[in-house]
């Protein structure tokens, strides 16, 4: 089962910053919050991750709440390409601990 | 530099059939995996591989056969198809078993 809560859909206006909630509690404390995206039926694409502290690149930023409980990923300047569906992922070392739940379908609108 | 390739793009088998679900990678990746994605739900591992000539099972593997004899590919057999195997496979690799995943771009299976 998916160790992480996302809402199953969300709308932003074209050129807004688009901010994805994901709640994961039981996250332990060796355990990266991941994130990817799928655009329509693409295979996923890798966006970012993290363990503690916050991080930025070229496509989002993730922010992590200090006590690891929950994050938001942010699309600064989001376009219409952007609509997707996002996953959340919370896995430890390996990659086959990755579990994927639904995600939130993000609609971006001009 | 192609990324990570699948072939078929789409496949249409009758129960009882066999076939295989090609994936192959030209990033040197040591790590390779099959998900399946059903309609409304997020993708399930089937089998991954940590190196050639290691594999191992994942969430849901029955009905589905695995090897890696060489780093680049890693086909996916079904040796008997059934109509619940009907879904979208998707193989996905990485540089070593904790790094991020790329994904190819599916194989969109119907078992009649």
């Known amino acids: 089962d998916a160790k992480t809560t996302q809402p199953p859909s969300m709308d932003c206006a074209e050129g807004r910053a688009a901010n994805l909630p994901c709640n994961h509690s039981?996250?332990?404390?060796?355990?990266?919050v991941y994130w990817y995206r799928q655009i329509h039926s693409q295979g996923p694409q890798y966006i970012i991750h993290g363990l503690k502290n916050n991080e930025t690149n070229e496509m989002a930023s993730l922010i992590i709440t200090e006590d690891r409980k929950s994050s938001t990923l942010i699309l600064p300047h989001a376009t219409l390409r952007d609509t997707a569906v996002y996953y959340c992922i919370v896995k430890g070392v390996n990659n086959n601990d990755m579990r994927f739940g639904a995600g939130t379908r993000l609609t971006v609108k001009p | 530099n192609a990324g990570v390739t699948q072939t078929p793009k789409f496949q249409v088998l009758k129960t009882g059939q066999s076939m295989t679900l090609q994936c192959a990678q030209d990033m040197n990746h040591e790590y390779m995996s099959w998900y399946r994605q059903d309609p409304g739900m997020g993708l399930r591992l089937i089998h991954y591989s940590v190196g050639a000539g290691i594999t191992d099972q994942g969430e849901v593997p029955n009905g589905y056969n695995v090897s890696r004899s060489t780093t680049e590919d890693f086909p996916l057999r079904l040796l008997s198809a059934a109509p619940s195997q009907t879904s979208v496979y998707f193989c996905a690799s990485s540089y070593r078993y904790n790094s991020p995943l790329h994904f190819g771009n599916g194989t969109r299976l119907t078992v009649t």
């Open positions: 039981t996250i332990s404390g060796n355990e990266y």
